[in-house]
């Protein structure tokens, strides 16, 4: 509402100049009937005003009446946008080099981030040095497998604080807490130093940064459907984000500045970090300079500490809206581990149900609604119609969830669908993609994958949980906050009861 109300206002004052403007733009060289159906636009504006302030919802509904592949001009801007697996499938899978481009929204334009970010530079040499440099070093098995000792010790210190709240009675913030302990593996991965601490309230206010980036990133911003005023920031998005930005990198700064003197001293940790100073003496084409390392830690800890503790919240919350499934769940736990012997990432296997509850979560609230916006980088057709060169692609993630043919009951949390039928979160089957497919897919997966099976096990191996004095399972408030991510409006609040 709040973006409608900023946009009729706007318009009112600037309407003879946006038509000068429309004039101006003209009309494109390719032949408007060539495109996907989709709704009539109005003068200037287009489709905008069907958008609203969850488009995720909003366009999945538009996709019922004029079908998964959809067209939409946002203002200047034209729009196709993907709501079916089978359509995505030629997007992300049969022609992934075509649609590899990137539509950049320009509030993350700020710092000159998206020049640099693995996240949103186009595919080239040096996003392809920066990706194999998070395979190689983050992400892949044998670097995952040496640390996990530290995600082990991660985990026991977030049972132990909840231990504490659960002797003195006091409820937990799921959200907060979880996403404090993904902060500090990852701080602990990179920098070999915890960031925040499970004490203190400095990590809601690190996470309010990076959920206040996400919302900026993501949020409806006239500067991306009338380019040619993305110079004015006419909404701010830009400058909040630029500010947003210097705070973490301020934090970056830090750490970089400690370690570059403790190299001096001779006391180097060879963490991710150390990994980075050293390419900046190697001698190749690559250059890994101060500001490439700053953008790619801001990607890692926005994308890796959001997405997993989220995902955590929303599986808690579920759960504790279904008991039945919260003590199948426990009961599978117990029964393959016990009660006393510490959960391991070799166990997420052996725990079918678990990983069935956690494909539901993220087939319900997947991390992202939609995916990074691409960008066509050459005319190509799309199933039976013409997408031309520069269209800004929309994934709809969300909607996928919540088709009612691929999904019987879409809007029921149900984990047994996934003991039904083997379908693979990691882009192969494209009904549940919640990091994407093809050539950008989160790189971080393998790395959420065992941090989000293991907190969630973990959480409910050693406690019971129940909604704070009052409250009943239909009362956990599911309100989404949209933005890049999909997170919890309403924080999920919970009592731990250890058990025995």
Same mark, same amino acid.
Request: aromatic share 8%; glycine share 6%.
């Given at each position: 509402?709040?973006?409608?109300?900023?946009?009729?206002?706007?318009?009112?004052?600037?309407?003879?100049?946006?038509?000068?403007?429309?004039? *101006?733009?003209?009309? %494109?060289?390719?032949?408007? =009937?060539? &495109?996907?159906?989709?709704? @009539?636009?109005?003068?200037? /504006?287009?489709?905008?005003?069907?958008?609203?302030?969850?488009?995720?919802?909003?366009?999945?509904?538009?996709?019922?009446?004029?079908?998964?592949?959809?067209?939409?001009?946002?203002?200047?801007?034209?729009?196709?946008?993907?709501?079916?697996?089978?359509?995505?499938?030629?997007?992300?899978?049969?022609?992934?080099?075509?649609?590899?481009?990137?539509?950049?929204?320009?509030?993350?334009?700020?710092?000159?981030?998206?020049?640099?970010?693995?996240?949103?530079?186009?595919?080239?040499?040096?996003?392809?040095?920066?990706?194999?440099?998070?395979?190689?070093?983050?992400?892949?098995?044998?670097?995952?497998?040496?640390?996990?000792?530290?995600?082990?010790?991660?985990?026991?210190?977030?049972?132990?604080?909840?231990?504490?709240?659960?002797?003195?009675?006091?409820? *937990?913030?799921?959200? %907060?807490?979880?996403?404090? =302990?993904? &902060?500090?593996?990852?701080? @602990?991965?990179?920098?070999? /130093?915890?960031?925040?601490?499970?004490?203190?309230?400095?990590?809601?206010?690190?996470?309010?940064?990076?959920?206040?980036?996400?919302?900026?990133?993501?949020?409806?911003?006239?500067?991306?459907?009338?380019?040619?005023?993305?110079?004015?920031?006419?909404?701010?998005?830009?400058?909040?984000?630029?500010?947003?930005?210097?705070?973490?990198?301020?934090?970056?700064?830090?750490?970089?500045?400690?370690?570059?003197?403790?190299?001096?001293?001779?006391?180097?940790?060879?963490?991710?970090?150390?990994?980075?100073?050293?390419?900046?003496?190697?001698?190749?084409?690559?250059?890994?300079?101060?500001?490439?390392?700053?953008?790619?830690?801001?990607?890692?800890?926005?994308?890796?500490?959001?997405?997993?503790?989220?995902?955590?919240?929303?599986?808690?919350?579920?759960?504790?809206?279904?008991? %039945?499934?919260?003590?199948?769940?426990?009961?599978?736990?117990?029964?393959?581990?016990?009660?006393?012997?510490?959960?391991?990432?070799?166990?997420?296997?052996?725990?079918?149900?678990?990983?069935?509850?956690?494909?539901?979560?993220?087939?319900?609230?997947?991390?992202?609604?939609?995916?990074?916006?691409?960008?066509?980088?050459?005319?190509?057709?799309?199933?039976?119609?013409?997408?031309?060169?520069?269209?800004?692609?929309?994934?709809?993630?969300?909607?996928?969830?919540?088709?009612?043919?691929?999904?019987?009951?879409?809007?029921?949390?149900?984990?047994?669908?996934?003991?039904?039928?083997?379908?693979?979160?990691?882009?192969?089957?494209?009904?549940?993609?919640?990091?994407?497919?093809?050539?950008?897919?989160?790189?971080?997966?393998?790395?959420?994958?065992?941090?989000?099976?293991?907190?969630?096990?973990?959480?409910?191996?050693?406690?019971?949980?129940?909604?704070?004095?009052?409250?009943?399972?239909?009362?956990?408030?599911?309100?989404?906050?949209?933005?890049?991510?999909?997170?919890?409006?309403?924080?999920?609040?919970?009592?731990?009861?250890?058990?025995?």
């Amino acid at each position: 509402m709040e973006f409608c109300g900023m946009l009729l206002l706007w318009i009112s004052v600037t309407f003879p100049f946006l038509c000068l403007l429309a004039l *101006v733009a003209g009309h %494109r060289s390719h032949s408007q =009937t060539l &495109l996907p159906p989709g709704p @009539r636009p109005l003068p200037v /504006v287009g489709s905008l005003f069907q958008i609203g302030n969850k488009p995720h919802q909003s366009l999945a509904r538009l996709a019922k009446t004029y079908g998964p592949l959809m067209t939409l001009r946002l203002g200047q801007v034209t729009t196709i946008v993907v709501s079916s697996p089978e359509v995505a499938r030629e997007v992300l899978q049969m022609k992934d080099a075509v649609f590899s481009g990137r539509s950049i929204p320009d509030a993350v334009r700020a710092l000159g981030h998206a020049d640099v970010s693995v996240a949103w530079q186009p595919p080239a040499k040096q996003w392809r040095s920066l990706r194999r440099i998070c395979n190689t070093e983050l992400f892949n098995s044998q670097t995952l497998d040496a640390h996990q000792s530290l995600r082990r010790q991660k985990v026991q210190e977030l049972l132990s604080y909840i231990s504490d709240r659960s002797l003195k009675g006091l409820p *937990v913030d799921i959200g %907060r807490v979880v996403f404090t =302990t993904s &902060l500090n593996l990852l701080s @602990r991965t990179i920098f070999s /130093v915890d960031l925040v601490d499970l004490h203190s309230e400095s990590s809601q206010e690190f996470k309010q940064v990076v959920l206040e980036i996400m919302k900026e990133a993501g949020g409806s911003n006239l500067s991306d459907f009338f380019p040619r005023l993305a110079p004015i920031d006419l909404q701010g998005r830009r400058r909040r984000l630029t500010a947003l930005f210097e705070k973490l990198q301020d934090i970056l700064d830090e750490q970089i500045n400690r370690r570059l003197q403790s190299k001096e001293e001779q006391q180097a940790s060879k963490d991710f970090l150390e990994v980075l100073l050293h390419r900046q003496v190697q001698q190749d084409n690559f250059k890994m300079d101060r500001q490439v390392m700053k953008s790619l830690f801001m990607d890692l800890f926005a994308a890796g500490t959001d997405t997993s503790s989220s995902t955590v919240e929303w599986a808690m919350a579920e759960v504790l809206r279904n008991p %039945r499934c919260m003590a199948k769940a426990r009961d599978e736990v117990e029964r393959v581990i016990g009660r006393e012997k510490e959960v391991e990432e070799s166990d997420i296997g052996r725990l079918p149900y678990l990983q069935a509850v956690v494909k539901e979560t993220f087939r319900l609230h997947p991390p992202v609604p939609f995916l990074l916006p691409r960008k066509a980088e050459s005319t190509v057709e799309l199933d039976g119609y013409t997408v031309p060169e520069g269209t800004r692609v929309l994934v709809n993630v969300w909607a996928f969830g919540r088709d009612g043919e691929a999904w019987p009951e879409p809007n029921e949390f149900r984990p047994e669908r996934f003991l039904e039928r083997e379908v693979d979160f990691r882009g192969r089957d494209m009904e549940l993609i919640p990091f994407g497919a093809g050539c950008r897919i989160c790189p971080g997966l393998p790395l959420a994958f065992r941090m989000v099976h293991l907190m969630l096990a973990s959480l409910l191996q050693k406690f019971e949980w129940k909604l704070p004095d009052g409250m009943g399972p239909r009362d956990v408030d599911m309100t989404e906050s949209f933005g890049v991510t999909l997170a919890k409006a309403v924080p999920l609040r919970a009592i731990a009861v250890s058990i025995g």
